[in-house]
């Protein structure tokens, strides 16, 4: 699943999730991050660092951001689908380098690949599987004006 929008009770009334896979073996929310040049960081830090040349900018942990993307995936399937376990990961698909400590949670879009792989052994049944993205898919926001509005939260937030 790509691109979902669903309740949150964090800072803004909704979240914004990049990738969602829905499986036997976990859920697992993927935040992509389409950074170029290295990135540096460690996964305790509030601010991660991309570094392209000489320039250096400063960007919020997406693993902080991702989150509050498990916690609302979490909110919303527990209760009826308490064996799911839902597993945050992050890619950085263009990153010429990545050094990030503390986690292995954290690489290209090869090692997300490959980090999901590694979980083999089935927690959920087809059918819970199946109800669990069935809930995902109704729960999504589609439309128009409330994504332009969490968009704008978005921006007011990095703003402030």
């Given at each position: 699943?790509?691109?979902?929008l669903l309740p949150s009770n964090g800072s803004l ?16 929310c993927i935040e992509t991050k389409a950074y170029a ?124």
């Amino acid at each position: 699943m790509n691109d979902l929008l669903l309740p949150s009770n964090g800072s803004l009334a909704a979240t914004q999730i990049d990738h969602v896979v829905v499986s036997n073996y976990g859920i697992f929310c993927i935040e992509t991050k389409a950074y170029a040049g290295w990135i540096f960081g460690n996964a305790k830090d509030d601010y991660w660092i991309q570094v392209i040349y000489r320039h250096k900018e400063r960007f919020y942990n997406p693993l902080r951001q991702n989150y509050a993307h498990v916690k609302a995936i979490e909110e919303l399937i527990l209760a009826r689908y308490p064996k799911a376990q839902v597993i945050s990961l992050v890619a950085f698909p263009d990153a010429g380098k990545l050094k990030i400590s503390g986690t292995d949670l954290v690489g290209y879009t090869r090692d997300v690949i490959r980090k999901i792989k590694t979980f083999d052994r089935p927690i959920l049944s087809d059918s819970e599987r199946d109800g669990i993205y069935e809930m995902l898919d109704h729960t999504n926001v589609l439309d128009k004006e409330a994504r332009k509005a969490h968009i704008k939260g978005v921006k007011e937030l990095k703003s402030a």
